[in-house]
């Protein structure tokens, strides 16, 4: 451990997962935090959201990954639940080409609320349900492709892909703040009995070196 990790080098991003209501959402974020999945889980109204921790280059970095619960129902969801997000989850059921169709409106809610470099993935949910497929895996490639996405197809109902899609977006952030960190003054260090907060002022300088792609046939 370096003399910088000493009492804990620490990050906190903030990811939000958006999409259409039933697509998921809730469920990829039990499965990820808790490794817990409930078949008859219903939308409820508010905020969620759940924190979680994994090292990066010896440093200790947190996810705070928040979820609509909900709100999309209403079209209730707003800027505040966008501020200070720097990584998305963008969902659709593969087994409902509408929820496909909504992605853009999506892509478009986040750009019009988020003022920072956003790490971006496209998560084609719900992958076990192949026989009722309505959406292909190639159309999720391309899509994402042509919008600058991660992609990844995944299943909260038997863990495919799950924790890879969020460990994907958590290093895209960091390599993303480390590089604005090394070239730029825009992000600033606060340093505070050995605690990094990482503030961003808003100038997007970087571009995504390559997309990652995965289907659901992928472990």
Sequence with gaps: ?????????????????????????????????????????????????????????GKEVKAQIWDTAGQERFRAVTSAYYRGAVGALVVYDISRRTTFDSVGRWLDELKTHS????????????????????????????????????????????????????????????????????????YKAELSLNRVTLVNNGTDGSKKSQNYFSSCCSR
């Design 1 to 57: 451990m370096s003399s910088d990790d000493e009492g804990g080098e620490e990050y906190l991003f903030k990811i939000v997962i958006i999409g259409d209501s039933a697509v998921g959402k809730s469920n990829l974020l039990s499965r990820y935090a808790r490794n817990e999945f409930n078949l008859h889980s219903k939308a409820t109204i508010g905020v969620e959201f759940q924190t979680q921790s994994m090292e990066i280059d």
């Design 115 to 186: 003022d920072t470099t956003v790490a971006r993935m496209l998560v084609g949910n719900k992958c076990d349900l192949e026989n009722i497929r309505d959406v292909s895996v190639e159309e999720g490639k391309s899509l994402a492709e042509a919008e600058g996405l991660f992609f990844m197809e995944t299943s909260a109902l038997d863990s495919t892909n799950v924790k890879k899609a969020f460990e994907i977006v958590i290093r895209e952030i960091y390599n993303n703040v480390s590089r604005k960190v090394l070239n730029s003054d825009t």
